[in-house]
């Protein structure tokens, strides 16, 4: 059995939710299509691969909920999946991996009944569908106690810094960006990271590029 972590919340804990398979979650991620031009002028097609841009993380995970009776099988399904009616995007940590996703739910039924509940086994399992809308990113753990915590970058690039709560600051090379952040909590740096020469942040360790 799986742990998985929605932000802070341990949902194995909270809602009695636990993962049973992940499908693509670590699958190769797609390229996006090359630009082409198709000159009157010239023979075939002219493609531009100067940059490889990849398409968002699209995956899916089959979930099962311990409980004791069929009411509260309903009642921490809708629970679990109204923690995504935020805005914002949520950080799914899952504890055989040593990285996080920020992810929201993809399409507009993404949950999915697999079984009906069973008495017999105390437990229902059901699918939800998720996207990673920007899946290049470092990340780093704060490894002080709660402290004050600034991130700067280099290069041309604006990059999304999720601090790990909920909150979102934009950063580019000019100017670092800062938060009050607890300790043990992930900061992701997400974008054209591959385009930074280097990224600093305070009191954090890297973990994952």
Partial sequence: MDKIYIDDTDVLTQYGVFLIQEKGLLSPLKPKNALKYDWPDEHGLQIHHADKLLEPRKFSLNLGINNTTHQLFKTRINAFCDLFNDPSLRQLRI????RVFMIDVNGSKPMNRLTHWNASLNVGVFTM????????????????TTTSVSVSGSGDQVY????????????????????????????????RVEKASSFSVSNGTLITW
Wanted: charged residues 20%.
């Fill in 95 to 98: 504890d055989k991996y040593n």
């Fill in 160 to 191: 999304t810094v999720y601090w790990g709560d909920g909150t979102v600051s934009m950063l580019d090379a000019s100017t670092p960006v800062g938060k009050t952040v607890t300790a043990g909590r992930r900061i992701v740096i997400a974008g």
């Fill in 129 to 144: 569908n998720f996207i990673e809308p920007e899946p290049i990113s470092r990340q780093y753990q704060i490894t002080e």
